[in-house]
């Protein structure tokens, strides 16, 4: 096996996709990124959301004399699930995908608009910003047999 960097990869948001280029054009659809980050007291039910009851996690919330993040760590409020993305290959659907929770993984299949897998598969690469090396692996005949991005 013979491995080759073939070129570096950009990534800004802290996700990539692995996608033929043939479906963006196709298949990929606009959508807003909806950042919505709930959380749900969990004998109350009282729903608190980033930006609309706080303006940040640190900052201190009169009401209860605690901010967002020491409201978490009491372990009475819940994240509650982002809201589903309305397309099946949009950026937002990328975000909605690759931003995993202790219930999903930080991968997932994207589907086609018909709703069969294949269109896409998102990662999250869990280290964010920066440029890697993209390389592949060429058998004895020179076919190519697999492409990784390194991110170490």
Known sequence: MNKVQIGVVNVDSGQLIICDPCYIEREYETEEFKDVRSYK???????????VDFPNFAVLMPKYGKSMNELINTGEWEKLPMPEPEQNFSYYAVCHATLSDEERPP???????????????????KIGDGQYPVIATYNSRNELVSVEVRFD
């Not at 997932?108 to 690469?125: D, E, I, K, W, Y």
């Open 41 to 51: 007291h969990i004998e109350s039910g009282e729903i608190l959301t980033w930006k």
């Open 107 to 125: 991968y997932h299949q994207l589907n086609h608009r018909m709703g069969h897998p294949g269109v896409a598969v998102a990662f999250s690469t």
